[in-house]
């Protein structure tokens, strides 16, 4: 049996909290004219982007929200324990439901790695939007990451091999391994191979309902929000995604896609 810490190898081949928090910085920037300094990150998991937000100035604050106990206590024990005090003091995380109202009001709500997809059921989905509609300050933005088109509804496996030091460190697995089309209902995985030859299989499971954009655009205007933009992830000149995001009218209906909703209160 493997003793490899699952939220590492997580960490490592799926957040990019720089870059994550550089993005929402980017939409709320672009969209509003201003810096964004007050932050919540939804589902937020090890809360490794909170961290990386309350270490950019001490002007920056977060607000971490997750139900799961042994995950928020993972990144108090690696995230947390490595902040400042004057940080850990613009930094707090509660476990805590994210479809309740919080307070003070934030500038940004981010929501990353599709985990919205978990509301399965409309009056769900739509008391959660209402929720982070009240939770915004005026001006505020809701950033939702999401993915559709066919690749996310066939029966396939991906995989990805991350070295550390030059040497092979995991491998990554992500598979799609059930789609209902009638409910849009989808079971999905991420498992790790270490370089010892040990599996950690299933290390997450996913049950979500992949929402389409025009379902997604309703449910967020159902609950109050005045504006919606779509920002798309953009390819290089070989066609591989490079990590940018902009903001589009029309998407490009490839096998697989990913965008951020960016809904305006």
């Avoid at 002007?59 to 947390?80: I, M, N, Q, S």
């Avoid at 940080?87 to 919080?102: E, F, G, H, W």
Wanted: glycine share 8%; net charge positive.
């Amino acid at each position: 049996m493997s003793r490899a810490n699952k939220f590492v190898l997580y960490e490592a081949s799926v957040q990019a909290p720089r870059e994550q928090v550089a993005l929402l910085s980017q939409f709320y920037s672009e969209l509003r004219g201003r810096e964004p300094l007050f932050l919540r990150e939804d589902f937020c998991g090890t809360f490794a982007i909170s961290r990386r937000w309350v270490e950019q100035s001490p002007k920056h604050r977060a607000l971490a929200l997750d139900l799961d106990g042994p995950t928020l206590e993972e990144g108090r024990r690696r995230h947390y324990s490595k902040l400042r005090l004057d940080q850990r003091r613009r930094l707090k995380v509660l476990r805590q439901d994210v479809r309740s109202v919080t307070s003070p009001r934030v500038d940004v709500i981010g929501v990353g790695n599709f985990s919205f997809l978990v509301f399965k059921e409309w009056a769900d989905l739509v008391r959660y939007f209402r929720a982070a509609h009240r939770s915004l300050a005026r001006g505020g933005i809701f950033a939702l990451e999401t993915a559709g088109g066919g690749g996310m509804m066939e029966n396939v496996q991906e995989q990805m091999t991350y070295r550390r030091n030059g040497e092979f460190w995991f491998r990554y697995y992500w598979r799609q391994r059930r789609f209902n089309p009638i409910t849009h209902h989808g079971i999905y995985t991420i498992s790790f191979k270490l370089s010892d030859g040990s599996i950690l299989r299933d290390a997450f499971v996913y049950d979500w309902r992949l929402w389409t954009l025009p379902e997604t655009t309703k449910a967020l205007k159902e609950a109050g929000f005045s504006d919606v933009q779509f920002y798309w992830e953009q390819r290089d000149t070989e066609g591989r995604c490079n990590g940018e995001y902009r903001m589009v009218e029309r998407g490009e209906n490839e096998h697989t896609w990913m965008c951020f909703i960016v809904a305006m209160r």
